[in-house]
């Protein structure tokens, strides 16, 4: 059988309120960024699977026949299964010469393709195909790359086995599938981020499927429609971390002093519960500056949770420290231990002026590459500035 080509492509996420918490069924507040993660998958003849991942140096390719010897044990057609599978995992460790916990960039990007590859074909005929994954989002700094990838991963494979239809129609640019094949597709992202996050709460694979701006609650996904545009600058502080390993420290945090830590997740609840109802009466009633007061003292007392759970970094506390000079706040966003921050900005900042007082301060401490972008509806544009940290503006707003 030969594949017939599919394209998708799924965003990278900004969490306002609620990392870390979400995991232990906090509330969180999360939105898509106009930053995609773009996936190919073309149907060969060649008797082979090859993967490209070009953000991440990993071009690799196996015979069909020896991938078919690690489901030999399946029997029969396999239902959709909401745990992951511990003996393909095993047999896949194995395969890609990993047996110990520690999963590299590479191999964990690896195991989750491969696993969601031969569950969805692996009780019948193997296809050979050629995937390419490339994405405009830097991995592994809190934009949700995992989360897009697995989301793309499960959107093309879902389609090329048939258990979805592609819905691009003749002429069309994009398109997108009904409620219940999002469903789907969420869940085996999800399944994706179970491999490469250990215990991920599952936010960031739903707004890789749905997009928007989103409220998350213990697996429940309540799309926030009406919400007021903010605009956000994004600074990747280019500290390199791993979701995985900041997930179980805080993990361990919990179990060691459980009646410490308790009370600091119910607070970040409470912030992003009173986040929400601020968003949400800036969106029917005049907006005013005390509005504005009350997101920046929410984004301070996060952020100082979010370090008393252990997932600062000092390079998190200068963006503060830099940003505050300005009159501006700044938390982490994902699950830190460096990776990006998000700035709130007011309406009235002169955003060029903001930026390039901030990469001037910036500079004074970091030598690194610097991209900036404009991004908002109409316009999307990259301005190239100093060499410092990685800036992006977005703004927010609902569905
Ligand atoms: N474009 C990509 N190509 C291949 N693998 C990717 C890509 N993007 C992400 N990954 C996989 O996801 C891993 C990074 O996931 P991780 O959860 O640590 O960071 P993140 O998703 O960017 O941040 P956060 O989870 O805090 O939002 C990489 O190590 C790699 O295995
Ligand atoms: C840190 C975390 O809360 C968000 C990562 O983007 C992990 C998760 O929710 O799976
Ligand atoms: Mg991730």
């Not at 998708?8 to 939105?31: D, M, Q, Y």
């Not at 060649?46 to 029997?75: H, M, R, S």
């Not at 005390?290 to 506390?317: A, F, K, R, T, W």
Request: aromatic share 6%; net charge neutral; with cysteine.
């Amino acid at each position: 059988m030969q594949l017939k080509d599919v394209f998708v492509s799924a965003p990278g996420k900004a969490i306002l309120h609620g990392e870390h918490a979400v995991v232990h069924g906090k509330v969180a507040l999360a939105v898509s960024l106009n930053l995609r993660t773009y996936l190919h998958l073309k149907g060969t003849t060649i008797g082979n699977v090859c993967i490209n991942l070009p953000n991440i140096d990993t071009f690799l390719c196996w015979e069909l026949a020896e991938l078919k010897q690690l489901v030999a044990y399946y029997c029969g057609k396999r239902e959709e299964v909401k745990r992951l599978d511990a003996e393909l995992i095993r047999r896949l460790r194995e395969f890609i010469g990993v047996t110990n916990g520690n999963l590299d960039t590479c191999n964990m990007a690896i195991l989750a393709f491969l696993y969601i590859y031969l569950s969805l074909f692996g009780s019948g005929e193997l296809p050979s195909l050629t995937l390419t994954v490339w994405s405009e989002l830097p991995t592994g700094t809190g934009l949700g790359s995992s989360a897009a990838y697995s989301v793309c991963l499960a959107a093309a494979l879902l389609c090329a086995s048939g258990a979805i239809p592609t819905p691009l129609k003749e002429g069309d640019n994009t398109a997108r599938w009904c409620q219940e094949d999002l469903e789907l597709i969420n869940s085996w992202a999800f399944q994706g981020e179970m491999i490469i996050h250990g215990n991920p709460s599952g936010v960031d694979n739903a707004v890789g499927t749905w997009g928007g701006m989103l409220r998350f609650l213990a697996g429940k996904i309540i799309p926030l429609s009406r919400v007021p545009l903010l605009r956000i600058l994004l600074t990747n502080t280019r500290v390199p971390r791993s979701t995985k390993v900041l997930v179980a420290g805080v993990k361990d945090k919990i179990n060691k002093f459980p009646s410490i830590m308790t009370p600091v997740l119910d607070s970040v609840d409470a912030v992003s519960c009173t986040c929400e109802k601020v968003l949400s009466e800036m969106t029917c009633e005049p907006i005013t500056g005390e509005h504005y007061n009350i997101l920046e003292e929410l984004i301070d007392i996060n952020q100082h949770h979010l370090n008393v759970m252990g997932v600062g970094h000092p390079s998190l506390d200068i963006l503060c420290r830099v940003t505050l000079t300005k009159g501006l706040h700044s938390k982490l966003t994902g699950a830190g231990g460096g990776g990006c921050g998000i700035t709130l900005l007011r309406p009235d900042e002169e955003r060029r002026e903001t930026v390039l007082h901030c990469a001037r301060l910036c500079l004074i401490w970091d030598q690194l590459h610097v991209r900036l972008c404009w991004k908002h509806p109409h316009q999307t544009g990259k301005v190239k500035v100093h060499h410092f940290v990685w800036i992006l503006f977005v703004q927010i707003k609902g569905f």
